[in-house]
């Protein structure tokens, strides 16, 4: 494990942005697996800059990302279709025919669920993968239980994911209460793992994923394991 500490949230982002444009100079195609949630926006901001200035293009990428609520469709505001491309895709170069995201009104979510699954295999896996953390230690959406979820699978989310994202709903009943998700094992077949974490409040969750006991209650710290662990932690 590469573990960087640095100071605030702006240090943890121009890193993150670099060690990504560094990804996609070394290797133009690359498989990309990206995140949502509040960690990654300022990483994405850069990575547009970037892409302004003419140093990167995200043209031959391809990108999966990870998990989509069940029942929000592509214009939903609070769905991560949306999110992708207020915050990255619609900025950027990308080949939207090569930017996976779960299908969250899918009417058969299992189909869906093994559909992307073989869509990563086809694209021949993911290069780079982004993470970030959970308060419960979830990644992506595999919550804590008595066991590692292996593939894309569809989840009941806990009741902490389910009171963490109510500050993005007008209403706490609006929050989903399932998700798609790729699965730990889809997740830790990544060539290179990416887990950005900010903010005193990821400080416990964080002791416990990379120092504590690996085990299914803390799913992140199943990283502890990967081959190519890069960790950007800003604990302020
Ligand atoms: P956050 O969410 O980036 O909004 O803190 C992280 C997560 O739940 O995986």
């Known amino acids: 494990m590469k573990l960087y500490q640095v100071s605030g ?22 498989v990309l697996g990206l995140a949502t949630g509040s960690t990654p926006i300022g990483v994405y901001k850069l990575l547009v800059q970037a892409h302004e200035r003419g140093e990167v293009s995200f043209g031959p990428l391809t990108t999966f990302n990870l998990d989509e609520y069940c029942g929000l469709g592509k214009s939903d505001p609070q769905s991560y279709y949306y999110y992708m491309n207020e915050n990255l895709f619609g900025s950027v170069d990308i080949d939207s025919t090569r930017a996976f995201i779960p299908n969250g009104k899918a009417e058969d979510i299992a189909a869906e669920c093994a559909a992307y699954e073989e869509k990563i295999t086809a694209a021949g896996g993911i290069d780079l993968q982004i993470l970030g953390i959970g308060n419960n230690g979830h990644i992506a959406f595999n919550e804590p239980g008595e066991f590692f979820e292996k593939h894309t699978h569809c989840v009941d989310l806990d009741e902490k994911t389910i009171a963490a994202n ?3 709903f007008t209403h706490p009943e609006d929050v989903p209460r399932r998700a798609i998700t790729m699965g730990i ?11 950005l974490a900010n903010g005193a409040g990821k400080k416990d969750i964080m002791q416990l994923a990379l120092h504590g006991p690996i085990t299914p209650k803390v799913p992140a710290s199943i990283l502890q394991l990967h081959p190519d662990l890069t960790v950007i932690w800003s604990a302020e």
């Open 9 to 30: 949230y702006q240090e943890m982002c121009q890193k993150a942005a670099a060690l990504l444009c560094s990804q996609i100079a070394e290797k133009p195609n690359s």
């Open 166 to 168: 109510a500050r993005f």
């Open 185 to 195: 094992k889809t997740i830790f077949a990544a060539r290179k793992i990416l887990l």
